[in-house]
């Protein structure tokens, strides 16, 4: 929710957040679209979308030390 706030209506961002996905989908290499996508999913609370994305970055990036991390905590695999 709280990115939809900055936007003027839920429609608008939805165009946006569409938009993001259409982008990352015809540029596969563009990890910094996919892991700005995956940030707007965990907002959304699309964790396993969020996850596939990070994944993917994680891939992309192998020196990203963020993404790999995130991937863990999404998983569950993170000790206590």
Wanted: glycine residues 2%; charged residues 25%; proline residues 6%.
């Amino acid at each position: 929710d709280t990115l939809k706030t900055l936007y003027p209506n839920e429609e608008t961002y939805t165009q946006q957040l569409r938009a993001l996905e259409e982008f990352s989908n015809t540029h596969a290499d563009a990890a910094d679209a996919r892991f700005l996508l995956a940030y707007h999913y965990l907002t959304l609370g699309y964790t396993d979308e969020a996850k596939a994305e990070l994944e993917v970055v994680s891939k992309l990036q192998p020196k990203d030390e963020l993404s790999p991390q995130l991937v863990k905590l999404l998983s569950g695999d993170v000790p206590p």
